[in-house]
Structure formats: C-alpha cells, structure tokens
C-alpha cells in the first residue's frame, strides 16, 4: 500500500519570505499523481499543484512550485513571495495513475503554516 | 454557481442515533467520495462512487452506509453502528479517469 510522509508538523515564515514544505511517500507503482492540497481555516480543501509522474519538468502554479525527485520519491512544495493568505495545513497527496481502482487519495498527515507578518 | 454542496455545515448527533450528511454537486463528475479527517491526521476514505447505483467501500467503510440513486448526489449515513464517529467528513467529485478530485465545504459531527 502506498504511504505519504509528511515529517513536518508544523512550519513558520515571514511575509514576502520563501518556505519549503517537505513530501516524500512510498510505492511500487512507477506511473502516479502527486498533488498538494490547502486547507484554511474554513477547512475547505483546495487544490494547489499536481504533478504526473511521467513528466520530468516541475509543476509550478503562480507562487507554488514543487521539486519532484521520483527516484527518491520526494516531492517538495516551495511557495515564493509568502502572503498571509497562505497561512493553512498544507496536505501532500498521492493517486494512483493505473486503469481500475478507486483513484482515491493518499493523503499525509499535514504541515501547519503560519505567516509572520 | 457550479459546486459541490454539503450540508449540514455541523451536525450534532446523539448516540445510538443514525444521521445522514448531504453531497449535491453540479459539475456532472461522474465520480464522488466521501472522506474522513480527524485532528492531526490526513484524510481517509470511506466510500466512494464511480458511476450512478453503484458504489465501492474506502478503507474505512465500516458503519456507514451510503446510496448513489442520482448522479448529483452521494449521501452518506453514519450508523449507530459507527464507534467514533465525531469527526470532520469532506465530500469529493472528479469528472473522468484521470482527473483531479474536488472537495465541498465539509461537515462537522459531533456525538453528543
């Protein structure tokens, strides 16, 4: 069964500051997704990046990129240009990518970022 | 708007009653999920639904029930048989194979 490690429980930066929020997971698989997810306070989950396994170049989303390193199963979230607006649990999350199946989602236990103004 | 919905936004329950959490969506997602999250731990699934009158257990199934009559809806009925059931569940859809997964706005039940 796939595992997602999120070994962070919580992190801080200042505003306008770069902070790197670490993932790594565990599978035998070689074709999957990877996904960060927000979770602000209102507890909504939403989407921030995804990244298919198959492409070598990194996601990036406006301020948010992530470093994936599949040989070492790593994939990094790093959000440039820290607003308050990005103070939330951040969730790292797996998908398989094979026919059948739930496609359901491996989550990590989360990382608690706060932005200092 | 176009959305999923779920409602109550909290829910009180008292034990050894059954309760039913709603989950409307109308971005005609062919695929919905019912997840569960407790404090200091990620989301777990507990069914989910592929396509219309058919639906499969998560891995934590037991003491829930749910029904996919309509393909905008994926109720979920928390059963007295459900040990633990405080706990914040999030209902997600996706549209096709492949896709990525959105979420509602949750609902909070406590069991009084």
């Known amino acids: 069964a796939q595992t997602v490690t999120q070994s962070q429980p919580e992190m801080s930066v200042q505003e306008a500051e770069t902070v790197t929020l670490s993932c790594t997971y565990d599978?035998?698989?070689?074709?999957?997704?990877l996904f960060w997810y927000k979770q602000p306070p209102s507890r909504q989950m939403i989407l921030v990046i995804r990244?298919?396994?198959?492409?070598?170049q990194n996601a990036t989303e406006n301020r948010f990129s992530v470093n994936f390193q599949k040989a070492a199963k790593s994939f990094s979230l790093k959000i440039s240009d820290s607003q308050l607006g990005d103070a939330a649990m951040y969730f790292c999350?797996?998908?398989?990518?094979?026919?059948?199946?739930?496609?359901?989602?491996?989550f990590g236990k989360g990382t608690k970022l706060t932005v200092n103004p | 708007d176009g959305g999923i919905t779920q409602s109550p936004k909290y829910l009180f329950r008292k034990e050894g009653q059954n309760v039913t959490l709603s989950c409307e969506q109308n971005?005609?997602?062919?695929?919905m999920y019912w997840y569960r999250q407790d404090p200091g731990q990620g989301l777990r699934l507990i069914y989910y639904?592929?396509?219309?009158?058919?639906?499969q257990k998560g891995d934590i199934a037991e003491g829930y029930s749910v029904s996919r009559e309509k393909k905008e809806s994926f109720p979920l009925t928390v059963t007295s048989a459900q040990k633990n059931p405080t706990a914040f569940y999030l209902c997600?859809?996706?549209?096709?194979?492949?896709?990525?997964?959105?979420f509602g706005p949750g609902t909070r039940l406590t069991v009084l």
């Open positions: 971005l005609n997602h062919d695929a």
């Open positions: 990244q298919e396994a198959y492409k070598q």
């Open positions: 999350a797996y998908r398989s990518a094979g026919t059948g199946g739930s496609e359901k989602l491996v």
């Open positions: 639904s592929q396509i219309v009158n058919d639906f």
């Open positions: 997600a859809s996706r549209q096709g194979r492949g896709n990525t997964q959105y």
């Open positions: 599978t035998s698989e070689s074709d999957y997704y």
